[in-house]
């Protein structure tokens, strides 16, 4: 950590986007909207509640886009983010939200826990993931990447993710513990290292994209970077992008994002498989439309 670095106004981005309880319940009737047309599947992967995964089924045999919501591991749900399947659904594309309990029920080590069950749960259906998430989510979707498979279940396989998808991440928890986030979380310096995937042996396989808001806090693209660097010079396939968004649609959250022939390219050469249209129009319905883009900045 940095001296002289206030990190409690580093990390409260609620106080930096003041609208942000008109957005999130527009997320909620987005999202309820898109379930009254398209009814997700329940799946169980554990004896709890929260134990959950909301799945949109595609039409093709292709990979799982699996996206965690954030909210620092102590808020929301699913049931905001829905709406996040329908542009991949309508490429083909399955997608799975999961769930899964709060702090301070729980520990952050046991959310990483359950969404490593979720993942089993997901890999019964015979296809590998693509595990993308925003904040807190990026923080999972990064550490589920850099899971041992089979030493959490032998019958699983080494790549069964085969990339993460990281907006907004955060992947040193050590800021966190002076900060009031961490009245929830609970967290000692020695545990926030322990749940810090920055520190972990990196992924022996797959790729990660971490992408922040041009207009994010610096420790928001510190941290971003600081994954990128560290796990790039151990040999992952990396990449580190900001994300500038369109004036037209900070008014308009509810507007279809336009082709951007950048991203699509960058995302159509992660791999050889159907997904590669629905990767692009992820990372731009989520990047670029201000309804989900400040997720990465309020959560």
């Excluded at 942000?20 to 599947?41: F, M, Q, V």
Aim: hydrophobic residues 40%.
């Amino acid at each position: 950590m940095s001296a002289g670095v206030d990190y409690e106004v580093e990390y409260n981005n609620r106080a930096r986007v003041p609208e942000n309880p008109s957005l999130i319940a527009g997320w909620a009737r987005d999202a309820a909207a898109y379930c009254e047309r398209c009814a997700p599947r329940s799946i169980s992967y554990g004896a709890g509640l929260r134990n959950t995964i909301d799945l949109f089924p595609g039409d093709d045999d292709g990979p799982i886009v699996v996206f965690i919501h954030g909210g620092y591991w102590q808020a929301l749900d699913s049931s905001f983010f829905s709406h996040l399947a329908g542009g991949l659904n309508a490429h083909g594309v399955s997608v799975a939200i999961p769930n899964y309990d709060l702090c301070p029920d729980v520990t952050v080590d046991r959310i990483v826990q359950q969404m490593r069950m979720a993942s089993r749960e997901l890999s019964r259906l015979g296809r590998r993931l693509v595990v993308s998430g925003h904040s807190a989510g990026g923080h999972l979707a990064a550490c589920m990447l850099a899971t041992d498979w089979p030493a959490f279940d032998a019958s699983l396989p080494e790549d069964l993710v085969i990339a993460a998808y990281a907006i907004s991440g955060l992947f040193d928890l050590g800021p966190l513990v002076e900060t009031s986030i961490n009245h929830a979380l609970r967290l000692d310096h020695a545990a926030a290292r322990a749940v810090s995937p920055l520190f972990w042996n990196a992924p022996m396989r797959g790729s990660l994209d971490a992408v922040v808001g041009e207009n994010e806090s610096s420790e928001y693209l510190r941290q971003s970077k600081s994954i990128v660097d560290i796990w790039g010079a151990a040999g992952v396939a990396t990449r580190f992008g900001t994300v500038r968004p369109h004036p037209e649609e900070v008014t308009n959250g509810s507007r279809e994002c336009a082709p951007d022939d950048r991203l699509r390219g960058r995302l159509e050469g992660w791999a050889a498989i159907p997904i590669c249209d629905s990767r692009y129009w992820f990372s731009k319905k989520v990047l670029d439309c201000p309804d989900l883009g400040y997720c990465a900045k309020l959560l």
